[in-house]
């Protein structure tokens, strides 16, 4: 089959003014919800894009760890090349489809690094195997084998061997704060539905956008 064949017709809900309500992160986490009852597989999979000083961009998988008020939280390393292209540029964006309800969440907004208390918190919460992970990869720094990685991981266990492993200094949360939240669902004849929120000031403004 040719890839420009591949097409799938979009006809399971609506999604009108009214249902996405005033507030935009309630409304996410209400579809987060209903994901969750979905049972969709890693549902807070999402594409974090992010671009330098150069203006060029990128895009990567993380995992949504919380949700709240202020915003979308995630972890990784803050050495790697995210981490050094949003050290030169606080404004990202982030990315969910989730095919089976035939919905995507475009967000925008600046980042910033949580407080260190809120990273502690929660490394102290992954299993010891990705604490020590944590150490041994330097994410995103070209090494010349695979080899490398098992002995980093074989140095820190016995480094931290009967002792609870601390989180590396590099490796930490960030929040997105969002300012533009757009819902998406898929209709019929692709005249499907586009909700966005901008912020202003102390609230949203809310708009609908032509598929
Ligand atoms: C399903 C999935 C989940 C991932 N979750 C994370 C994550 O939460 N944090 C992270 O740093 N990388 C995560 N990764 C790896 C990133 O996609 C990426 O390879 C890595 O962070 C290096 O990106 P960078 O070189 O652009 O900094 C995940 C990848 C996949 C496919």
Same mark, same amino acid.
């Given at each position: 089959?040719?890839?420009?064949?591949?097409?799938?017709?979009?006809?399971?809900?609506?999604?009108?003014?009214?249902?996405?309500?005033?507030?935009?992160?309630?409304?996410?986490?209400?579809?987060?919800? +209903?994901?969750?009852? &979905? @049972?969709?597989?890693? #549902?807070?999979?999402?594409?974090?894009?992010?671009?330098? !000083?150069? =203006?060029?961009?990128?895009?990567?998988?993380?995992?949504?760890?919380?949700?709240?008020?202020?915003?979308?939280?995630?972890?990784?390393?803050?050495?790697?090349?995210?981490?050094?292209?949003?050290?030169?540029?606080?404004?990202?964006?982030?990315?969910?489809?989730?095919?089976?309800?035939?919905?995507?969440?475009?967000?925008?907004?600046?980042? +910033?690094?949580?407080? &260190? @208390?809120?990273?502690? #918190?929660?490394?102290?919460?992954?299993?010891?195997?990705? !604490?020590? =992970?944590?150490?041994?990869?330097?994410?995103?720094?070209?090494?010349?084998?695979?080899?490398?990685?098992?002995?980093?991981?074989?140095?820190?266990?016995?480094?931290?061997?009967?002792?609870?492993?601390?989180?590396?200094?590099?490796?930490?949360?960030?929040?997105?704060?969002?300012?533009?939240?757009?819902?998406?669902?898929?209709?019929?004849?692709?005249?499907?539905?586009?909700?966005?929120?901008?912020?202003?000031?102390?609230?949203?403004?809310?708009?609908?956008?032509?598929?």
């Amino acid at each position: 089959m040719s890839i420009a064949d591949i097409r799938k017709d979009y006809i399971l809900a609506e999604l009108d003014e009214q249902t996405a309500g005033d507030d935009p992160v309630t409304f996410f986490s209400q579809w987060f919800k +209903e994901a969750e009852r &979905a @049972e969709i597989t890693e #549902i807070n999979a999402m594409t974090l894009a992010t671009s330098g !000083r150069n =203006g060029v961009p990128h895009a990567r998988i993380v995992l949504l760890k919380g949700l709240d008020d202020r915003g979308f939280v995630f972890f990784t390393n803050y050495d790697s090349d995210k981490g050094k292209e949003i050290a030169e540029n606080d404004k990202v964006a982030l990315l969910f489809f989730w095919k089976e309800l035939e919905r995507q969440v475009r967000i925008e907004g600046r980042i +910033e690094k949580v407080p &260190a @208390e809120e990273s502690d #918190i929660y490394f102290r919460s992954r299993p010891a195997g990705s !604490r020590l =992970g944590a150490w041994a990869s330097p994410q995103s720094r070209e090494i010349p084998h695979r080899n490398i990685l098992d002995l980093n991981y074989a140095h820190y266990e016995n480094e931290f061997s009967g002792i609870e492993t601390p989180r590396p200094p590099h490796w930490g949360g960030y929040i997105v704060v969002p300012d533009r939240m757009e819902f998406w669902q898929g209709r019929a004849s692709r005249m499907h539905d586009r909700i966005l929120f901008t912020r202003t000031g102390a609230g949203w403004a809310k708009s609908r956008l032509a598929p």
